[in-house]
Structure formats: structure tokens, C-alpha cells
Nanobody
Framework: QVQLAESGGGLVQAGGSLRLSCAVSGGTFRRIAMGWFRQASEKEREFVAAINWSGGGTSYTDSVKGRFTISRDNAKNTVYLQMNSLKPDDTAVYYC?????????????????WGQGTQVTVSS
């Protein structure tokens, strides 16, 4: 059973930065593709970024390209989301997700395990 635990959320002013972390336990991390999703109030969950098992392949939604960077440290079983130039529209609960034995994907239905979420609030 894979377990995910996010951290690093908080309140930041527009233009600021945050780094989210997601610690993974209970699985073979090298076989797991990881994704970040977010859900704003009264909106559907949406894809933010994903990374394959090696870290050599990444994908981003258009609205965060050039501002967010996803990375992973397989020695620490951890995936990160560095968020720069934050905007109020980035305010949401951010979730990390794990997809076992397959590559990265932007479809939330393809992911097997989810964290509990961490709140990111960007003030104007």
C-alpha cells in the first residue's frame, strides 16, 4: 500500500514562491510516476504537473509553464513542486498522486494513490 504525505503549503503574497513536497512510502518509488493536481473552491480537480519514474520526463498544464517545476529525489522517495511567481489564481488545495508501473499522465483517473492535500493561498 503506497502512502503519500504532502507538506509545504501556506499563505504567500502574489509574486512569491513556495515549494511543496510529497513523501512516498510503502512502494517501490522507482516504479512510480508522480503527479500534482489542485482543486480550487467550487471547481473540479485539475492537472498541474507530472514526472515519470526517472525524472527525465515531465509535463505541465499551460497555466503554470515557466513558473512551476516538478522534480523528484528517488533516494529520498520524495517529489517536489517548486512554485514561483505565484498568482491568486493558483490558490487551491494541492494533491500529489502516484501511478504505479506506468508513465506520467495528466488524467487524474490514471492515478492509484493520493495524498491528503495541502492548502496554498496566494493573496493579491
Amino acid at each position: 500500500q503506497v502512502q503519500l504525505a504532502e507538506s509545504g503549503g501556506g499563505l504567500v503574497q502574489a509574486g512569491g514562491s513556495l515549494r511543496l513536497s510529497c513523501a512516498v512510502s510503502g512502494g517501490t518509488f522507482r516504479r512510480i510516476a508522480m503527479g500534482w493536481f489542485r482543486q480550487a473552491s467550487e471547481k473540479e480537480r485539475e492537472f498541474v504537473a507530472a514526472i515519470n519514474w526517472s525524472g527525465g520526463g515531465t509535463s505541465y498544464t499551460d497555466s503554470v509553464k515557466g513558473r512551476f517545476t516538478i522534480s523528484r529525489d528517488n533516494a529520498k522517495n520524495t517529489v517536489y513542486l517548486q512554485m514561483n511567481s505565484l498568482k491568486p489564481d493558483d490558490t487551491a488545495v494541492y494533491y500529489c498522486a502516484a501511478r504505479v508501473d506506468y508513465g506520467l499522465d495528466s488524467n487524474s483517473r490514471e492515478y492509484d494513490y493520493w495524498g491528503q492535500g495541502t492548502q496554498v493561498t496566494v493573496s493579491s
